[in-house]
């Protein structure tokens, strides 16, 4: 996997909050991490560790203190005008406004395209959220993993090279969670697109990554990386799978040890 | 058998729907009912007492005299008589003219107002530093006496040959723009913080973030004001022809009738009737439109 040149690659990211302040926060500290193209990594950590920091430097929504990330060689500023990103959020975001339809086509609007490669596009998107029968309903005719599943539309619809998702699943039952991330493997697995997934739920980034990134709190840093090597395409039977339970335990020691201030030697890279 | 049960419910429903359709009419009646049996009430209660507090040797606050305080059926009766001895209009004739006149004005001043004050909205919307340097002003612009700018701008717009109605339109939108600027800013800073870094995320233009998201989102808070504006836009015509000598609106009607308030009460209270029926039927005009471009689910009030 590392011969190929990384998509995403953070070099020494440093965030501080209100600099100067008395509410200065440390947000994000030295962080290095590279993505390679495909890939499927997930930041974890405790609440408030700087991972939605971490993503929104990443996506040039906010502007490191210092150090930088860079996309395929590309300042993340550029990136983001080269629109390499598709970004889902934990609320899903929807124009209430606007039907699911033109939901999914506003990326498409601002970036220029023709109505009829919009209609194309928002069709074949729906299709594969499998919410073709909704198109013409309003945000708040739907649930809440209906919801997410338009975002993930909206921001798949225009294809960038990097989906960046910040706890996506955070605020649907257990029940819509699984089926929510089976569906998106689903979907990384029919585009090429390389997944940055912030949670806070372990099983959740166990199930679906490549690489679970594990942070830790004040400064948020990269306390460890564990590459999860359980086979693909996963499904229910990978969460019965013995090696799923011995991942989930190394996450969650990893987590423990973050918090408790001590360096996990073998993990870190 | 269910077929049967079908068409019943089916006109239940469309009985509901006619009874939903129906329920301002009759909040409205019943409001007017009310007010009618206030007004008689106080009269004969007047009447009754000598125009004492029952049980107290004090005096009404208003005497209920025919003169003070004519009997509504009066009223309606002099909106059928001529309005002047040997006139040839009827004062309802009269007082729907001079309606229609304020209206123009309110409309036009509603019409620059409105798109002052938005644009004032969006203005401040992209920049801290305007917001900063004019605000202030544009809030004590609304603390000045409307009767002080009145003047001014009549003289003004004589001296640019406007027409006089046309200055009393720019009265009427000095007093509208203001809801307008303070709800249009507020509907425009609405979105959450998300949704426009969603924007960011596509690298929108600014333009782009204002056209798609931020002024749909404002529509509910823009509309709301426009009900707000359209009652100011008519005091704001109805107060501005008093010093422009503007002969044929509401305003000029309520100052003749007060002059000759001693012969003919009734035409006074006529008239202030109109100037509030006026209000009303501007402000429900902007509630059929925002029925017609924002659905239910996003509208403010109700
Ligand atoms: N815009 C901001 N201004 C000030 N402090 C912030 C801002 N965004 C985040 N922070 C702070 O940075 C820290 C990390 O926040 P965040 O990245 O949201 O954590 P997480 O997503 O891991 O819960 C928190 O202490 C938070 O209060
Ligand atoms: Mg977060």
Redesign the interface.
Known sequence: MNENNPVVSIQGATKVFNEGGTDRVQAVKDVELEVYPGEFVTLIGPSGCGKSTLL?LI?D?ITPTSGGVKVNGKHSKQA????D???V?Q?A?L???RTVNKNVQ??L???GYSHDDREKRAAKMLRLVQLEEFANH?P?QLSGGMQQRVAIARALAFEPAILLMDEPFGALDEMTRERMQLELLNIWGQTSTTVIFVTHSIPEAVFLSSRVVVMSARPGRIHAIIDIDLPRPRGFETREDPRFFERLTEVRECLRAGESGKSHVEGYK | MSNMLQSNQNAMASGQMIVRRLRPVFAFLTIVIVLIAVWEGYKALGAATGNKVPFTGFELPIRSDDTSMPHVWDIFQALFRPARRGGEDVLLIILTKSALFTWREAALGFVVGSVIGFALGVAFVHSTLLEQGFMPYVVASQTVPLLAIAPMIVIWGSRLNWPTWGSVSIISAYLTFFPVTINTLRGLRSPDPTAVELMRSYAATKWEVLWKLRVPAALPYIVTALKVSATASVIGAIVGELPSGVAEGLGRALLTFMYYYVSGPEKLFASILFAALLGILFVSLIVQIERRVIPATRRLDE
Request: charged share 30%.
């Open positions: 929104r996506g929504l983001r005008i080269d629109r990103y598709g970004m959020f609320d975001t124009y209430d406004w506003l990326p609007e601002v970036m309003y708040w």
